[in-house]
């Protein structure tokens, strides 16, 4: 009797454990889409959290902004309360609450500092987002990162960031451009934007035996339609200011690259893999086209609503095309070697992301060449960009995503790492015209 006794506890017990397990994938399915659904609505900054026997604990930043944020919390718990704690820089407490399962959303404006959410109980699934400007706190092995100060004499006024591989030793640099999101001149805030930028890539530098380079240029704050000083985008007025600290920033980004070979030892490329996504992608096909002799291959996301055209037709000018971009910068063009850069580019479908009506990066004359010849969305434009560049005798890939909007999701950036493994590895032997272009 015992013995059936035994076993029966036995069988509920394994049931007990298996309605668990079931209850637990369900819970962690829902929070992968409750996350997924907040980056395709814009929230840049999200966490997804499993709740478990110790407190979590997430922290962010927020920069001097006078946007309005959205907080959204949700968690849901197999066993047990969960609770979630916020609190504020001025140590307020922004929301605090105990449930079983729960969801909340916070439209305010946040003050500028450091929030920290506070999670316990369990166990557990949680999602947070943070839709607005701010910046989230991501660690880094202390072996691997470096920060480079400032060396003006060496032509560079800002410091840069260097990551170095963790199995290979470097061959080739990754470098991001870094894009907060915000303006700012603080190097604590733009630290903290890029260290978190490069965070997500480092399991693919390692696969690439690349070190990361991630400049910590800032945002600076100026007025005026046409004075707009969007050093992250390499906007026109980039390359026309005289101010010594903001003046070529893509120059003072191959003196950091040429820098950090001379750190790292021989055998590092001097053309560099680029990466960049929205403002980001557009700093990484400006100087790609600019500086083709120093890029190996280029991926480029959302680059603000229109690639800059690689022609120099009559009324194209940069940044919408390059008709006098050697007046800007004083030197013309390799046309050879931009024929043999790797460009991979990238939108989603239903990306709205349109820089062209506005004045952060393109002149009210810019807007209307762009609408008038190429179309008047991101998506209606992505054909016509795709022809310039394969009538130009470009290496360059052009991919539509659907169902994504202002977003880089799994499988671009499996697309986007492949299209680097193979540059690496032919070393940029590429034929001088091929059109790869995919649907």
């Known amino acids: 009797m015992a013995c059936v006794r035994l076993a029966a506890i036995a069988v509920m017990l394994l049931g007990l454990c298996s309605s668990q397990l079931h209850a637990g994938e369900t819970l962690r399915a829902e929070a992968r889409r409750r996350h997924d659904d907040l980056v395709k609505v814009g929230f840049n900054f999200t966490h997804g959290l499993t709740v478990g026997a110790a407190p979590a604990r997430v922290e962010f930043l927020v920069p001097p902004s006078d946007e309005t944020h959205e907080l959204y919390l949700w968690f849901a718990a197999t066993k047990g309360l969960i609770s979630i704690r916020v609190v504020g820089p001025n140590g307020e407490a922004i929301t605090s609450w105990k449930a079983t399962r729960g969801e909340q959303r916070i439209v305010r404006r946040l003050l500028p500092g450091k929030y920290v959410a506070e999670i316990d109980g369990g166990p557990g699934e949680g999602v947070l987002g943070v839709k607005g400007p701010v910046i989230g706190r991501c ?52 630290r903290a934007a890029a260290t ?34 969007y050093l992250h985008a390499l906007s026109r007025a980039a390359l026309e200011t005289k101010v010594p600290k903001f003046a070529r920033v893509d120059l003072q980004l191959i003196a950091m690259v040429d820098h950090a070979r001379a750190l790292l030892g021989d055998g590092v490329d001097r053309r560099v893999l680029i990466e960049g996504f929205s403002a980001a992608g557009m700093f990484s096909n400006r100087f790609a086209v600019l500086h083709p002799e120093r890029t190996l291959a280029a991926a480029i996301g959302s680059p603000g609503g229109w690639p800059i055209a690689p022609v120099a037709s009559a009324g194209l000018t940069y940044p919408v095309g390059l008709a006098d971009a050697q007046q800007l910068t004083g030197a013309k063009i390799d046309e050879r070697a931009l024929r043999a850069v790797a460009f ?59 169902g994504v909007g202002h977003s880089i999701t799994t499988q671009m950036h499996a697309d986007m790492e492949a299209m680097f493994q193979a540059a690496v590895a032919s070393e940029s032997r590429l034929p001088e015209r091929a059109d790869t272009t995919a649907p």
């Open 344 to 402: 991979f580019f990238f939108l989603g479908a239903e990306d709205n992301n349109d820089s062209v009506p506005y004045r952060d990066s393109f002149s009210a004359t810019d807007a209307a060449v762009i609408m008038r010849r190429f179309g008047k969305t991101p998506v209606d434009r992505w054909e016509n960009a795709r022809k310039l560049y394969i009538a130009a005798g470009l290496h360059a890939t052009f991919k539509l995503y659907q």
């Open 196 to 229: 978190c930028q490069a965070r997500s890539e480092l399991e693919m530098a390692d696969r690439l035996g690349a070190a990361i380079l991630i400049p910590l240029f800032p945002r600076p704050s100026v007025g005026g339609e046409m004075d707009n000083l």
């Open 139 to 190: 660690e880094i092995d202390a072996h691997q990162l470096a920060e480079h100060a400032a060396e003006p004499r060496n032509g560079f006024h800002w410091p840069y960031l260097l990551i170095t591989p963790k199995m290979k030793r470097a061959t080739v640099l990754l470098v991001l451009p870094n894009n907060g999101g915000f303006i700012s001149e603080d190097v604590q805030l733009l």
